[in-house]
Nanobody, 126 residues
Framework: QVQLVESGGGLVQAGDSLRLSCAASGRTFNIYHIGWFRQAPGKEREFVAAISWGGSSTFYADSVKGRFTASRDNAKNTVYLQMNSLKSEDTAVYYC???????????????????WGQGTQVTVSS
């Protein structure tokens, strides 16, 4: 019912900024919360941020708090992740995913997300 496509990744230097986009299709998009995860080679998938279906609530991992900001435009079926002050340790493939609204309290758990995008590569050089 929901298809997600990430874009906006690239190669940047430490201290630079990037904005990732998560474009969704499907009539039921607005009933889902959206989470952002990342995965570096040899590491487990890591929670980054989540934004509620209405955009009024956000939650961030300690590692990105104060640097990353999630937002959404439901009219455009698009969610964004603004990443500022990027560090080399932010290098990873970034994924967006859709979380059923009843599961907001489980937003940090990847197993709870119903749909996933294919990911976009972010590489930060020092």
């Amino acid at each position: 019912q929901v298809q997600l496509v990430e874009s906006g990744g690239g190669l940047v230097q430490a201290g630079d900024s990037l904005r990732l986009s998560c474009a969704a299709s499907g009539r039921t998009f607005n009933i889902y919360h959206i989470g952002w995860f990342r995965q570096a080679p040899g590491k487990e998938r890591e929670f980054v941020a989540a934004i509620s279906w209405g955009g009024s609530s956000t939650f961030y991992a300690d590692s990105v708090k104060g640097r990353f900001t999630a937002s959404r435009d439901n009219a455009k079926n698009t969610v964004y992740l603004q990443m500022n002050s990027l560090k080399s340790e932010d290098t990873a493939v970034y994924y967006c995913a859709a979380l059923p609204s009843r599961l907001w309290e489980r937003k940090q758990s990847p197993d709870e997300y119903a749909y996933w995008g294919q990911g976009t590569q972010v590489t930060v050089s020092s």
